[in-house]
């Protein structure tokens, strides 16, 4: 039988496409396969990510309402953060026993005395005598006794705010003969001019007013607590009036305000801070809606100055205008609303490692990655314990500088490469993840501080100068009108500037207040800078001015 081999080649060729159809079909199934089950493992990763994230959230919500605020770690955690870096801990060691061989025993030493501290010596002291009877003091031979020493202990005695009110004289006098007739030029009735008033009309004296806005604004007692202690001693002055005093002694206040803002544009750094408040009856917005206090702390490093302002918005417009045409360091955190503050000629930004901190503490007690947070936490903590101990020496700024450089350089190194390292390898997602992209997206203005002896690793001085008016913020919650929350500002920057002087707030306004009604040019103010006063005359209790 034969066999047609004519068509064969045909027929090869037909099997052999239909095999690569084949061919390409399987492939094709196999890849929609991979494609499928690589899906399905990137959904499942990114929803136990998703679900991490949520538990991270939840956690450190958690934190937040239950536990410390404070940031502060055990000095177990404090040994324990070092621990995957030995060579540090056995250098320290080595140094810790050399400088200990050196140290020469000897038997006298100085030991802290315990117990509670001494009163102070400038308050004033009462002596009580408690003597035995005269017939006590014949001793059995028939002599009198003489006395050798005495047993004395002090107690300390609370006498309350002592009020009283001051009745302002003016006699009149007129001739009974002639009834003024005699001489025209002169009125027939004369009285001494009205003296000079804080507040005219009103019962207010400036130790009043003093004593009101230092209880709200530096002690954080609302006018309401105020109106209640006033009315246990019988005295009726109610939460309006106080709140009416307030901002009409701002406004006579407003030219000191102007020469601490120019104060702060004059110094090399500024630290800039702002939080939420709510303020109502706000022109155009509900009075749910959120306005901001904005904190800016400056001026020369003998001479600190803080100034609040209240605005309505968040806006990044805020600073710029306030610092319209400064030149110099601005420290703050990464809020996107000073990135055009920026970029203005010559103002050099600075970042805030505290910041860059707490998130690594937030993903270190929450988050799973919690022995990677502790590493960034060992570095940051590390440039920390370098800057107080350097601040603790005698040095000059340039050495200061050149000193900080030396060892605080190498840490940056390392922990650069760290975040190299861990950048990749932590879901963005995660506490970690999100603290490791602010430090490596904020680096170069984390480490300008560098360059400055002035500025320190971070903002939190800024920060201390805004927290007495959130702590106040828990007692009277908003503020009644956009008015009100612009005197709360002025004062607040009074007070806290007074503070970080060391003068006593309620002994400087009262001193400034006293003094206000005689200051007609707004160049006589210069002289109620906190600096410019001597600290014997806030103590001048019997002043003439005291009105």
């Excluded at 612009?486 to 009074?494: C, D, F, K, P, Q």
Aim: neutral net charge; glycine residues 4%; charged residues 30%.
């Amino acid at each position: 039988m034969k066999v047609d081999t004519s068509k064969l080649p045909n027929r090869v060729q037909e099997l052999q496409k239909i095999i690569r159809q084949m061919a390409a079909d399987h492939e094709k199934e196999l890849q929609e396969l991979q494609d499928n089950v690589q899906k399905e493992r990137n959904e499942r990763i990114e929803h136990q990510n998703k679900a991490l994230e949520y538990f991270e959230e939840l956690q450190l919500m958690r934190r937040r309402l239950f536990s410390r605020s404070a940031e502060r770690l055990s000095e177990e955690e404090r040994k324990q953060l070092w621990l995957f870096n030995e060579a540090e801990l056995i250098i320290a060691s080595e140094q810790k026993t050399e400088k200990e061989e050196e140290r020469v025993p000897v038997r006298a030493h100085t030991r802290l005395k315990r117990g509670r501290k001494p009163l102070p010596e400038d308050l004033p002291r009462v002596e009580v005598l408690h003597d035995i009877p005269e017939e006590d003091k014949i001793c059995g031979c028939g002599q009198p006794l003489q006395r050798i020493g005495a047993d004395t202990c002090e107690k300390l005695e609370i006498i309350p705010a002592q009020v009283q009110v001051k009745r302002h004289i003016r006699p009149r006098y007129a001739c009974k003969a002639c009834e003024g007739s005699g001489d025209e030029e002169k009125p027939a009735v004369r009285i001494a001019p009205v003296f000079p008033q804080l507040l005219p009309k009103s019962i207010a004296t400036p130790s009043l007013v003093a004593y009101i806005i230092t209880a709200k604004f530096c002690d954080g007692l609302p006018f309401y607590r105020q109106e209640r202690q006033f009315q246990r001693i019988g005295i009726d002055i109610s939460r309006q009036d106080m709140a009416n005093w307030s901002i009409r002694v701002h406004h006579r206040v407003e030219p000191l305000l102007s020469l601490l803002r120019e104060q702060i544009r004059r110094g090399p750094t500024v630290g800039i801070d702002e939080t939420r408040v709510q303020v109502l009856k706000e022109p155009g917005r509900p009075n749910t809606s959120q306005s901001y206090m904005w904190v800016f702390r400056g001026g020369m490093p003998e001479h600190r100055v803080v100034e609040y302002q209240y605005h309505p918005t968040r806006s990044g417009k805020v600073p710029l205008e306030y610092l319209s045409g400064y030149q110099g360091y601005v420290q703050s955190d990464a809020y996107d609303g000073y990135e055009e503050l920026g970029r203005q000629p010559g103002v050099i930004p600075v970042g805030c490692w505290a910041h860059s901190r707490r998130k690594y503490y937030e993903a270190k007690v929450v988050s799973k990655y919690s022995e990677s947070a502790n590493e960034a936490l060992a570095w940051i903590d590390k440039i920390f314990e370098i800057e107080r101990e350097l601040r603790a020496q005698d040095l000059g700024p340039e050495q200061f500088v050149e000193t900080r450089r030396e060892q605080v350089s190498p840490l940056l190194d390392q922990l650069r490469s760290w975040l190299e390292i861990k950048k990749p390898q932590v879901p963005p997602s995660t506490l970690l993840g999100k603290a490791i992209k602010y430090t490596w997206e904020e680096w170069d203005k984390l480490e300008r501080y560098l360059d400055s002896p002035f500025l320190s690793p971070h903002n939190n001085a800024c920060e201390q100068a805004i927290r007495p008016f959130v702590v106040g913020r828990k007692a009277w919650l908003f503020s009644g009108s956009p008015v009100g929350a612009a005197a709360s500002a002025g004062w607040y920057s009074i007070i806290e500037t007074a503070k970080i002087n060391s003068v006593e707030p309620y002994l400087y306004l009262r001193y400034v207040l006293s003094r206000l009604p005689e200051s007609e040019d707004p160049k006589d103010y210069r002289m109620f800078l906190p600096w410019n006063i001597e600290k014997d005359s806030l103590l001048d209790f019997e002043s003439g001015h005291l009105f």
